[in-house]
């Protein structure tokens, strides 16, 4: 499960490095190309992310 999360966090920031800025459909895209799947990863908590990530922080906490 830790390198699950560990996978998680790290392909969110380095979406967030990417596409901080850019509008939340093109930042949702790339969540769901490049996250790999979690438990409780819904298209809920990958639109807070994208949100998140389009005005520019990095919710990866890394």
């Given amino acids: 499960m830790h390198d699950t999360d560990e ?3 790290r392909a969110v920031h380095g979406i967030a490095g990417r596409l901080a800025g850019q ?5 949702m895209d790339a969540l769901l190309r490049h996250l790999p799947k979690a438990p409780g990863l819904d298209m809920a908590e990958l639109r ?6 389009s ?3 990095d919710p990866s906490g890394l």
């Fill in 23 to 27: 509008p939340v459909p093109v930042v």
């Fill in 48 to 53: 807070r992310i994208a949100e998140e990530i």
């Fill in 55 to 57: 005005v520019g922080r």
């Fill in 7 to 9: 996978a998680l966090f």
